[in-house]
């Protein structure tokens, strides 16, 4: 039986804006298992770093603030942690890497010293050793000649190179999840695979956790067990990756499936992009969020949210279409009866 490290239960979090409470994030429900690479994709302001940001309860620091819903970590609900508390769980047990690797170093430490840093204050390590700690980190990421390395600073090193160290402060304190918002965008397309290749293999070595997020199904297919499409704030699909692949459910997932160049269900070469744009949080639409941009909305979908329905045992899409399909509940019912 897998074991779960992280449940994320109908969490609503939003901003409170001169237009009045704006939410973010709708209700969306998601579990990462230990040693599961679970994907957030959709496209730009679906709220997928707004999900990650409230996990880690800086969406506090961003204005922000979670609404509703818990998330379960080792069954205590971060959503009801202190912002003290949090800062024992961040940096240790969870650890975030974000897109743009220069912000997030600190231009007047060498990189030997920030990684060591991280090792003092989360493991506690005297300096020498952090040091040399450091050191054996830098090559653990796949930096070339490391002692020379650890002795320069971050404007020194390329972005790849950067990220790479981004990644080594995280796992100084060998975290049990690892939380990384689009960290290969701000990359050019062989550094993002490499990057992609050095967080596999990290996860493999150390038994990790990740939930990545990325607006390319690309990546989420060679990266994710779990696939969570999302869509104006809401979990739209979710279902292991060969499920969502072999059998994409909502209509968003399969216009997403069909913009990826020279995937097998796409227009014969021809890039497809979904016509119309996401709306801006606080103006959904009444009834499916997408159905004005879905090529099969009904009737009902112009005035019912659709709950989520099951099409396998734990793959769910919350789509109208899939309500009087064989093998599929109305789970969200069953359990308002209830
Ligand atoms: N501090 C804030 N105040 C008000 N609204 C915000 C704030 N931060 C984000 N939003 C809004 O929340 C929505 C979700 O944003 P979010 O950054 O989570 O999207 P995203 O899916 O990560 O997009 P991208 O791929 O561009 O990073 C957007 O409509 C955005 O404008
Ligand atoms: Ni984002």
């Known amino acids: 039986m897998a074991q779960k490290l992280l449940e994320i239960r109908k969490l609503t979090a939003g901003f409170a804006t001169e237009k009045g409470l704006l939410k973010a994030t709708d209700g969306i429900s998601l579990t990462v298992n230990k040693g599961q690479t679970v994907c957030i994709v959709g496209e730009s302001g679906s709220g997928k770093s707004v999900t990650s940001l409230a996990i880690m309860r800086l969406i506090d620091y961003a204005g922000g603030m979670i609404l509703e819903g818990s998330i379960d970590f080792h069954g205590q609900d971060l959503g009801k942690k202190t912002q003290e508390e949090m800062r024992g769980i961040r940096g240790n047990q969870i650890a975030m890497i974000f897109q743009d690797p220069m912000s997030s170093l600190n231009p007047v430490f060498t990189i030997g010293e920030q990684i060591a840093e991280s090792l003092r204050l989360h493991q506690n390590k005297k300096d020498a050793e952090a040091l040399k700690l450091a050191v054996d980190l830098i090559r653990l990421v796949g930096i070339p000649a490391p002692e020379i390395r650890a002795k320069q600073y971050p404007h020194e090193l390329s972005g790849g190179m950067c990220q790479r160290v981004v990644i080594a402060i995280a796992l100084a304190c060998n975290p049990e999840l690892l939380i990384a918002d689009e960290p290969t965008t701000a990359l050019d397309v062989t550094v993002q695979a490499q990057i992609l290749d050095l ?39 979710e279902g292991g990756v060969e499920e969502i692949f072999d059998h994409p459910s909502h209509p968003y997932t399969v216009g997403l499936l069909q913009s990826i160049p020279g995937f097998e269900g796409g227009r ?13 949080i606080g103006q959904l639409p009444a009834g499916c969020r997408f159905h004005p941009r879905c090529p099969h909305a009904m009737d009902i979908c112009r005035s019912e949210e659709p709950p989520d329905f099951m099409i396998t045992g734990d793959h769910r899409t919350a789509c109208w279409l899939f309500k009087d399909k064989p093998g599929s509940a109305d789970t969200s019912r069953e359990a308002k009866r209830a």
């Not at 996860?203 to 696939?227: C, F, K, P, Y």
């Not at 021809?270 to 801006?280: C, N």
């Open 199 to 237: 967080l596999r293999k990290l996860q493999s070595e150390l038994g990790m956790s990740i939930l990545l997020i990325t607006h390319d199904m690309g990546v989420a297919a060679e990266m994710a067990d779990r696939i969570a499409v999302m869509y104006a704030g809401a979990i739209v699909e």
């Open 268 to 280: 014969g070469g021809e890039l497809y992009t979904i016509s119309g744009t996401i709306p801006p």
